[in-house]
């Protein structure tokens, strides 16, 4: 079983910065893909950013030049770090890790006013 961790988010206005974080637990995720995803009120999840287990990243194309996905293997951790936020960015936002089984966290809401 792996628990994952979501905090970090909250409210900021356009322009501003957030970093948020997804703490592992149960098992250690070094090794494995993380990814970010993100719902937006009455739309779909929808992919932000993975970072793989050799330290590869990809971004959708919304949020790429601004966003940053990194981890931190000794904390059994993964962030994302947010720059030049837009209110488009207000979301839910969710870590997801799949070993053997979908895990997701519980989500940390980011909202940016405009």
């Known amino acids: 079983q792996v628990q994952l961790v979501e905090s970090g988010g909250g409210l900021v206005q356009a322009g501003g910065s957030l970093r948020l974080s997804c703490a592992a637990s149960g098992r250690t995720v070094s090794s494995y893909p993380v990814n970010w995803f993100r719902q937006a009120p009455g739309k779909e999840r929808e992919f932000v950013a993975r970072?793989?287990?050799?330290?590869?990243?990809l971004y959708a194309d919304s949020v790429k030049g601004r966003f940053t996905i990194s981890r931190d293997n000794a904390k059994n951790t993964v962030y994302l770090q947010m720059n030049s936020l837009k209110p488009e960015d207000t979301a839910v936002y969710y870590c997801?890790?799949?070993?053997?089984?979908?895990?997701w966290g519980q989500g940390t809401q980011v909202t940016v006013s405009s």
């Open positions: 997801y890790v799949n070993i053997a089984n979908a895990y």
């Open positions: 970072i793989s287990g050799s330290g590869s990243t």
